[in-house]
């Protein structure tokens, strides 16, 4: 009987491990670094990180934002049951702040390959650069453009605002344009041709002290409780490019990314395409021909200005020209649309159906499912006959 039971035993230590092992879990972290926000540069920034992941019944996703203060959601999902929606981990009690080590100052390309000009779209172009950059003093900032078209004026804050070229603290006129950051606060930069800063060559930006006093920690954030229900949202209209209109932008297709950044695409919105009736036509396509620029393969193409296009179902959608070479130099845009009426449940399923042309989602398959319960269904039948026999 002993022996028997020592067998028993070791049999139940064993189906203990395989179930361990089945049901292990891994934590991705939604868009690593990035975290979870409007990308700029549209879907493909999900797109791509899940192409790169392994997902497996079980998993939990975890998504990083800012609301004022750190929070997460954790979405576990389960085989079968579909993704059920479970609150964080209440955050570890407030601790000492640990200092961060100092860090090597930074040189920093004004607007990057864009440089330093009048950009398409309008001031969001160097807003949407300097998202997310921590700059401190000691770093620099390089302006990069053509001698004779442009300049970089330093100027304060009200001059930035109301475009007061006349008021300025220093103007540099040579490109390459360095400037070190050596105080903190506030600084801000436009040029002083005609109209440029009215256009949008503008930028703002924070400077903090290199190794200054850590923040102080977040408060424990508040008891999760039921979504509330947003109310629906009007249709908007939406002028794409805005002023700049609808043609082959100066600096590429950044132009249509960075107007389409931060906006949000909604079942029912309108998008307004403007253009030189004989210079441009609108190209609706799909992922393929947009990323190809292959103009022969398109879904409809409309001629006469101003075409308006009514959004009418969820997902992504590309446009571009069939002008040639319009959309090779950058006259395509993309941008993802979401329902009419967004979901209050982090629960529903459909959240997790790809968007067209994105990574499918691994299947769930039953077979494998019915062949691990069997399994361990078999092991404890032989365990039960083994003691009861």
């Not at 028993?8 to 064993?14: D, L």
């Not at 993309?334 to 982090?346: E, K, Q």
């Amino acid at each position: 009987m002993a022996t028997r039971l020592s067998l028993g035993a070791i049999i139940v230590v064993a189906i203990a491990a395989v179930l361990q092992t089945t049901l292990a879990q891994t934590t991705h972290v939604v868009g690593d670094s990035l975290g979870w926000l409007v990308p700029p540069g549209g879907p493909i920034a999900y797109s791509t990180w899940a192409a790169l992941q392994t997902f497996t019944a079980g998993d939990i996703l975890v998504f990083d934002f800012t609301t004022g203060q750190e929070d997460k959601l954790a979405i576990s999902v389960t085989a079968g049951s579909g993704p059920t929606a479970s609150p964080a981990p209440p955050p570890p009690p407030p601790s000492s702040p640990v200092p961060a080590p100092p860090r090597a100052p930074v040189t920093y390309v004004v607007g990057d390959g864009l440089g330093w000009l009048v950009p398409p779209g309008g001031a969001i172009a160097y807003a949407t650069w300097a998202f997310r950059k921590t700059f401190m003093v000691g770093d620099t900032l390089v302006f990069n453009f053509v001698n004779g078209t442009q300049d970089v004026a330093v100027v304060t804050k009200s001059a930035y605002e109301t475009c007061d070229t006349n008021i300025t603290i220093t103007v540099l006129t040579t490109s390459p344009a360095k400037i070190t950051l050596t105080t903190t606060g506030e600084h801000y930069f436009t040029s002083t041709y005609p109209g440029h800063c009215t256009f949008g060559q503008q930028l703002a930006i924070n400077v903090t002290a290199s190794s200054g006093p850590t923040a102080s920690p977040a408060p424990p954030p508040p008891p999760h409780s039921s979504p509330v229900p947003a109310p629906p949202r009007a249709p908007v209209t939406y002028v794409v490019g805005d002023g700049l209109g609808w043609l082959v932008p100066p600096g590429g297709p950044i132009a249509y990314s960075t107007w389409a950044f931060k906006k949000t695409f909604m079942v029912g919105d309108t998008l307004v395409f403007d253009f030189v009736n004989g210079t441009q036509d609108v190209a609706v396509v799909t992922k393929s021909a947009y990323e190809t620029c292959d103009t022969n393969a398109t879904i409809t193409v409309l001629t006469t200005s101003p075409v308006k296009i009514t959004l009418t179902t969820a997902g992504e959608h590309y446009f571009t020209c069939t002008y040639p070479r319009h959309c090779a130099l950058g006259q395509k845009l993309a941008i993802n649309v979401t329902a009419a009426t967004p979901p209050t449940s982090y629960t529903s399923s459909p959240a997790f159906a790809p968007t067209a042309g994105g990574p499918a989602p691994l299947p769930f398959s039953s077979a494998l499912y019915r062949s691990v319960v069997t399994f361990h269904v078999t092991f404890f039948s032989i365990v039960i006959a083994f003691f009861f026999s």
